[in-house]
Nanobody, 125 residues
Framework: QVQLVESGGGLVQPGGSLRLSCAASGSTFDYRIGWFRQTPGNVREGISCISTRDGRTYYDDSVKGRFTISRDNAKNTVYLQLNSLKPEDTAVYYC???????????????????WGKGTLVTVSS
């Protein structure tokens, strides 16, 4: 069993930055760790993923060039650096995990087995 805990959300002004953390308990060797986000009334969308074995990454077009995913295997933690934030980035951000690699093309929710409870990011002036 893998348990995931997100942290780092908060209120930030447009153009600002935040760093989200996803701390895992249990082995996540050879796993894909992904970040998703969801706003009320909308589906949960996959925005970034990292493979813990080789660091392979995936980004949705909506965040490419602004967000950066990274990992610290020694701490069993994955980070998502959010830069150049926009009001439309406001959402609850979730991390999720499953054995295997990240796809180069998409990050659907059904490929994930374990989920955190989420952290709220609000981008507003």
């Amino acid at each position: 069993q893998v348990q995931l805990v997100e942290s780092g959300g908060g209120l930030v002004q447009p153009g600002g930055s935040l760093r989200l953390s996803c701390a895992a308990s249990g082995s996540t060797f050879d796993y894909r760790i992904g970040w998703f986000r969801q706003t009320p009334g909308n589906v949960r969308e996959g925005i970034s993923c990292i493979s813990t074995r080789d660091g392979r990454t995936y980004y949705d077009d909506s965040v490419k060039g602004r967000f950066t995913i990274s990992r610290d295997n020694a701490k069993n933690t994955v980070y998502l650096q959010l830069n150049s934030l926009k009001p439309e980035d406001t959402a609850v951000y979730y991390c999720a995990a499953a054995p295997g690699y990240c796809s180069d093309y998409e990050l659907p929710t059904y490929v994930m087995d374990y989920w955190g409870k989420g952290t709220l990011v609000t981008v507003s002036s």
